[in-house]
């Protein structure tokens, strides 16, 4: 007898799906134990990670946000190499290998609020050693406590040279300061005991160093013994008091110049995470020890001052994971452990740049090249199959049905996705609808039908042109499928998996408080340059932009002309510059899916928004900009308009469907995550950022852990994830 390979069912086209389709497909000979089908809604794969091309706009890339790879991104930066690999492209054609897609950036910005007055703070981060993707050594906690104190003596280092090298005090006060910054020196100096020859804070600084490296090298699972990090700690103390005592006598620190006043906030910050992780045991206990506080109010607690907490730094922090409950700026709100083992990562881990950011839509990117070698591997897609319902066996015991909405019928047996822009495959903004029966795609363009979206009015339209519903079909198990990949967002689960949450707790809990918040972006292309629009800060190696801890309700900007080339506009018209703003956004509740108007008043929304911004704020950033007077002709606007209506030629959108908004990490809720195998039903795995995956945060890396665990709990491969136990 022949066995019949295991029938696998991939519900949803994101991250997490992709990546357990790639290792299910890793295994040798796989297809004489697995059938694998991906069945998707609309026309695209990526999730909240799509891009389109706009074949109307010079084929210009349209996103749902900003996308920009971190350098600790090991799992999902091996899955590329591996893609790119294997899709083998012929040297010289576009993004040819995995470092023609990614490149790397080395310079962030920071945007700081300083007396009603926005300063940009730039900072070129260092190259360090290494490939993210290729394998590394194991790492401690404790690690990031001794690379902590390498910063902190640098830093007081810094700070003692240029106290010694300029007459004046380093607050650039008068000189009758400088002799009470000397007192107040040497009283700090004089109570730091903690080691016979100390004698300032610098020697106090190294031996902090020094001790921590010891500390982290002799550390078991557990920590490190009883007598090294007590020592550690009360250093770090004995620092954090002699830097308040020294700052204390010249007041807020908004009133240092820039340089000093960044300094003290980096030193101060850093402190309060070094004590704090000592003090609640972090290092012996994990970072899911803290999961109880809020950062803000956790880093408080341990030192950290008011200005420190409510600075640019941890602004930044906040915008880059959307932590805002609902999306209101007013509401921080994110997990102490999940935020701090996240910074330590982009910030310690990283390998090569910080960033790397990709040469062309994240479609292009990540989701063409793996929907090729998938489909050259085997693996089958049914594109325009919305998931309606799933459904339990009559034991409750498996997923028994899968109910899936035949959203267009198609003229051949299959849809081919991609299309060609300058010899790159790419995913449209639209479907082909040449591809589409033609009396269907007629109406889908006459009413510009939105496939993908929740709210869509067309099931209406169609009952109302064919008098009947839109077809369904139902899968059922041993028939058409025998286990499941649940690829959705965390968010869809309350609409598509009701009869399952209602039998089954942990998955329930799951739903109800892992939360997911919708989003914002917009995007606008230019007719000048960085310098013609006045930014005053430019890189020491040539990089543009990535800023955060902007303005509301757009907190993030990037400058992203490497995707210019990758366009096809017109000879003459080419735009200079291409600016990406994103930002969560603020939404309490969503109506139920017969308010067909809502997405168009939440895209309004983010239109009148983006709009304030460019008039009354940008000028903070592109100094070429008069208040509250944004010169329009600055927009490439091919329909020739005039005024503020050159802006409706421009890319924005509201993120708002379940299977698009942003996994949230609020207060202690990681407890409520479930691994890929953890979904109650034998037959069910899951697959996402918003599971328990050793990041448990809403970020691509995530996405792929979670693919990957899918994978592991299914074939057994991969059998190792890098960074799945924390750190």
Known sequence: MVNQPKRIAILGGGVGAMTAAFWLTSGDNWQERYQIDVYQMGWRLGGKGASGRNAEIAQRIEEHGLHIWFGFYDNAFNVMQQAYKELGRPPGSPLAAWTDAFKPQHYVCLAELIESDWRVWPVETPELPGTPGTPREPETPGAAIAELMEWQRSWIESWALTYLKHKGSPFRMGEHRESRLHDILTA???GLTAFEDVGDPLVVARKARDLARSSSRSASAK???????PAVLKLLQDLQHALHDVAAPFGNPDTWS??????YLAMDLSLAVGIGMLVDDVIGDGFEAINHIDFRAWIARHGAQPVSVDSAPVRGFYDLVFAYRDGDPMQPDIEAGTMLRGMLKVGLSYRGALMYKMQAGMGDVVFGPLYEVLKRRGVRFHYFNKLCELRPDAAGRNVGEIELEQQAALIGDAYDPLVDVNGLPCWPSQPLYAQIDPRQAALLQQHRINLECHWSDWPDVYRQAFGTALPRKTLRLGVDFDQIVFGLSVASLEHVAKPLLAINAPLRQCSENVAAVATQAYQVWLNQDLKGIGWNYPSEHGEEPVLSGFTEPFDTWASMDQLLCRETWPSGSEPKNIGYFCNALSLAAYPSPDDHGFPARCAELVKVAAIHQLDAQIQAL??????????????????????????????WRANIDPSERYVLSLVDTSRYRLHADQSGFANLFLAGDWLKTGLDAGCVEAAVMGGMQASRAICGLPENIQGEHGW
């Open 188 to 190: 700090a100096r004089a």
């Open 223 to 229: 920590g490190a013994s009883t007598a090294d990090w």
């Open 258 to 263: 820039d340089d000093w006043r960044r300094l």
């Open 622 to 651: 592109w100094t070429n900009v008069e208040a509250n007077a944004f010169p329009w002709s600055w927009l490439v606007d091919p329909a020739g308009g005039s005024g503020v209506t050159r802006f409706d030629s421009q890319f």
